[in-house]
């Protein structure tokens, strides 16, 4: 590659010998400044030319401005007797015409020094070798403006070991150390722009934006180093990258703003293009109606320019653009305005420039004036006869020469000594590319605009910027306004900033809304701004930003799904409508209770009391006021003591009352069955008997209870799972005993097993004389409690997916067992107080039963039973007939 680039700068340097006195002659195109030392410059003196010419008009500000800052750096440098002494420097000064190809030409100039040329072959027409003077040699060059123009320019002067130092080109390419070695820049390159601008966007709340560049290596550098910069750091994603050509179509700049109109939300424009592409792209914006959508951040080839905003401010409104901090140069001023044709004469640009500024003729020697043309008197004084304002870059000119002027005095410093005369010494001449590099690179000064003057390892001035705002309404000088500075960090004073309208609400440029607290993002795959919101459904909460988790069991999550909190604890309370109608059931059983108990122990010795056998009768009745009191247990708030009694009464009050039960008809049905088959009546009848039985059977409850406790102590639980409804405001952990369902069945499975036995022995006595037993009452009272017992289990069952478990099965059991004591209660002995109370005549012993008399009676039933079998039998053959 550099082989070949090398060849054709040969091949373009022999063309350029045989052309280069008639074209210095006829069409200068250089200044030619002598010195001790000479140092190269590039300007942007004309604009690119059209239909194929190498130059165009005239560039005021770019070109007349920055130049004239190169020869006022260089009057000042010449005129400091402490810098450079004795050593003056001189200038080569060339008009690139903002173009990189033309401009690539024109530096040949800089390097024809350093190529030997062979004259052995040339000869004068009288025989004798040409005398040829030998071009001076340039140690630097200051330039060019635009970064394609010093891209190209750095690849030669590279080869030549020329040091380049610009004052403009601000491509991050450029940094490349190994490719532009000895390329440097007093300006900061736009990596450090675009990083800039990326802290702009972050500090208005913007993650989605698009970019928009021109074609080239400024516009396209730039939005790649903002892309890259933007990727490394996060948080902020590019809806879409959009180019402009270098020679847009009719209607190209309309398809432009429709194409960012695809991705309306991204309503931020990172744009990095030149003035023209700017006010077109504000144009069509205007064009299609959409004033206010678009947020310009401009870099800054917008800067605080007017011209891309002429006629088009209300679409500029609230565009911010960035400019390298930079200072009006006052004594430059005074330079410059002080200029005139007789005095600047070196400035072979400045008749054109008199022409352009103050738009009038100068007559010239054989060339016809247009009679429609102002005649120029000479005269005119710039600022006064005409419009005159610093161009923003004079000053990084102005930096750039004393740049290359430092290295060359601290040069001069090492290599020749104390040199007392000073001047160029033998060690300087000439001067090395590589070492002049080096001390460039070291230099430290403040600048022109008191600020300082130094180099990174890769050629690059520290970052250093302006924020502008273009703000229309609200203010007395409409335009650009200064609202903060960048400088390594942002400062930037958001509240001074005002949008469309005049609006000082931060508008939005994002993908996606923010996620309501207790909602997690769902991220879009391939573009990390953009989310979907979901929220944390039944018991989750919000752990972070992307994850939703649940609850741990004892809690819910809050409202708003952002943390978790307790789950309330409830139990059944006495004023519940669950817990008040068991509870009045059952003081209403106690109270009948208590009155059946103290109307027997009243009336202890009268003939109904003694028949019923009293102390079964108490025993029954102890157990049915257990029964009832169960109720108030299951209702009182779990403990360890109210869990303990819960377990042994719940089931000890059934095992006493159908142990007692099971004990009577057992005890009526085997003196029945015995007087059927002989007159010896059959063990254990006696009252101490069925005590002894009754106790035995109630002791296996009594034993089972306390193995159970043995094994697991009674302990109060709050369920949680029990009251856990999809609605989480709705879910409540339940304090309660650990007992489960299957606990609670097996606790009354005894009580079941004994009230099913007592049923089978009132079946079997049903045949028993009603005068001289219990055993019909008995059975009645077994069969109705089947019934209600059946029923329980269906719906104690039947009600474990209901929210109000607990209470359903707490007021079904109790209701239950209140219900079975009272049939019990009501069937056997309230007839017999009613009796007792009211009917005291019939409370009389008629006749003492003798085991005789009882046999008699079974045999006489037990005859009567067959005889009527045996009726039934004869009477059924003559129903057929």
């Not at 008191?450 to 309404?473: C, H, K, W």
């Not at 059946?790 to 059991?813: D, N, W, Y």
């Not at 069937?827 to 012993?845: D, G």
């Amino acid at each position: 590659m550099t082989s070949s680039v090398l060849l054709l700068l040969l091949l373009d340097l022999s063309l350029s010998d045989r052309v280069w006195a008639s074209h210095q002659h006829f069409h200068p195109h250089s200044i030619k400044i002598p010195g001790d030392i000479t140092l190269g410059g590039l300007f942007p003196i004309h604009a690119r030319g059209p239909h194929g010419l190498p130059c165009g008009e005239l560039k005021k500000e770019k070109g007349i401005h920055r130049m004239e800052a190169m020869l006022y750096a260089l009057d000042q440098i010449n005129s400091d007797p402490a810098l450079l002494p004795n050593i003056t420097l001189g200038a080569r000064i060339l008009d690139t015409c903002s173009r990189d190809t033309y401009a690539l030409e024109q530096s040949l100039t800089f390097v024809q020094a350093l190529i030997q040329k062979d004259t052995s072959d040339i000869r004068c027409s009288d025989g004798q070798p040409p005398v040829i003077r030998k071009p001076e040699r340039v140690v630097a060059v200051i330039g060019a403006s635009a970064s394609s123009v010093s891209i190209m320019v750095a690849n030669i002067l590279r080869l030549f070991e020329i040091p380049q130092v610009s004052y403009a080109s601000t491509a991050p390419e450029l940094s490349d150390n190994n490719r532009y070695d000895f390329f440097s820049r007093v300006v900061p390159p736009d990596s450090y722009q675009a990083q800039a601008m990326l802290d702009i966007v972050k500090a208005l709340g913007w993650n989605y934006v698009s970019t928009l560049a021109s074609e080239g290596n400024y516009g396209e550098s730039g939005v790649d180093a903002f892309m890259q910069i933007s990727r490394e750091a996060g948080g902020v994603c590019i809806a879409q990258s959009v180019k402009i050509p270098r020679e847009p179509t009719d209607g190209e700049f309309d398809k432009i703003v429709n194409r960012l109109m695809e991705t309306s939300n991204a309503r931020g424009v990172i744009i990095f293009a030149n003035e023209d592409d700017i006010k077109q792209v504000l144009e069509a914006a205007k064009r299609a109606n959409l004033t206010g959508h678009f947020l310009f951040v401009g870099s800054d080839s917008w800067g605080a320019k007017s011209s891309p905003v002429m006629e088009l401010e209300d679409i500029a409104e609230g565009a911010v653009t960035i400019l390298p901090k930079r200072a009006s140069i006052d004594r430059f001023d005074q330079y410059f305005m002080s200029r005139s044709l007789e005095n600047n004469r070196r400035n072979i640009w400045f008749n054109e420039f008199w022409e352009d500024d103050f738009r009038c003729k100068l007559t010239r020697p054989g060339v016809e004036m247009d009679p429609g043309k102002k005649k120029c008197t000479g005269k005119e004084r710039i600022g006064q006869d005409s419009p005159y304002e610093q161009e923003g870059k004079v000053q990084f000119v102005i930096d750039a020469v004393y740049a290359v002027a430092y290295a060359l005095d601290s040069m001069q410093r090492q290599l020749c000594g104390d040199q007392s005369d000073g001047g160029v010494c033998s060690a300087m001449d000439p001067v090395e590319g590589r070492s002049l590099l080096d001390y460039i690179r070291d230099v430290n000064f403040n600048g022109s605009a008191g600020t300082s003057v130094l180099f990174n390892e890769n050629g690059d001035a520290p970052g250093r910027y302006d924020i502008f705002q273009f703000q229309m309404t609200n203010h007395s000088h409409p335009g650009y306004h200064v609202i903060g500075q960048w400088t390594n960090n942002l400062r930037l004073n958001v509240e001074e900033m005002q949008w469309s309208g005049g609006d000082r609400s931060l508008p939005e440029s994002i993908c996606s809304l923010p996620c309501k607290p207790g909602e997690r993002k769902k991220m879009v795959k391939g573009v990390p701004c953009c989310w979907h919101c979901e929220l944390c459904d039944g018991y989750q909460y919000q752990v972070d930003e992307f994850t939703c988790e649940t609850c741990p069991s004892d809690m819910r999550p809050v409202p708003n799904r952002t943390t978790c909190r307790p789950t309330p604890i409830i139990k059944l309370e006495w004023n519940s409508p669950w817990a008040l109608v068991p509870a009045s059931l059952s003081m209403l059983g106690i109270l009948t209770t208590s009155a059946v108990i103290i109307t027997f122990m009243r009336f202890n010795n009268t003939p109904i009391v003694r028949a019923s056998g009293r102390e079964l009768s108490y025993v029954l009745l102890t157990g049915i006021f257990l029964i009832y009191l169960i109720t108030f247990l299951m209702i009182a708030e779990p403990g360890v003591v109210v869990c303990a009694f819960r377990r042994l009464l719940l089931g000890l009050g059934m095992a006493i009352t159908y142990s007692a039960m099971l004990t009577k008809t057992n005890r009526i049905y085997r003196i029945f069955e015995q007087g059927k088959r002989s007159v010896t009546p059959p063990k254990f009848i006696s009252p101490t008997s069925q005590l002894l039985i009754t106790f035995i059977l109630v002791s296996v409850q009594v034993l089972g209870v306390f193995v159970w406790f043995a094994v697991v102590p009674p302990h109060t639980i709050v369920d949680y799972d029990e009251l856990r409804p999809p609605n989480p405001d709705l879910a409540r952990g339940i304090l309660k005993c650990d007992m489960s369902d299957l606990s609670l069945i097996c606790c009354l499975s005894y009580s079941i097993v004994l009230m099913v036995t007592c049923t089978v022995y009132a079946v079997k006595s049903r045949g028993v004389p009603e005068t001289f037993n219990e055993a019909k009452p008995i059975g009645f009272t077994m069969y109705t409690t089947c019934i209600v017992w059946l029923a329980f289990i269906p719906i104690f069952f039947g009600t474990a997916q209901s929210t109000e478990k607990m209470f359903i099965q707490t007021a079904t059991l109790t209701v239950s067992m209140t219900l079975s004591a009272s049939v019990s209660l009501g069937m056997l002995y309230i007839p017999k107080v009613y009796v007792i109370l009211f009917q005291p005549e019939h409370n009389i012993q008629k006749r003492k039963r003798s085991f005789k008399g009882v046999v008699q009676a079974a045999q006489l039933s037990h005859k009567s039973l067959k005889e009527n079998q045996n009726g039934r039998s004869k009477f059924e053959p003559d129903r057929t007939q």
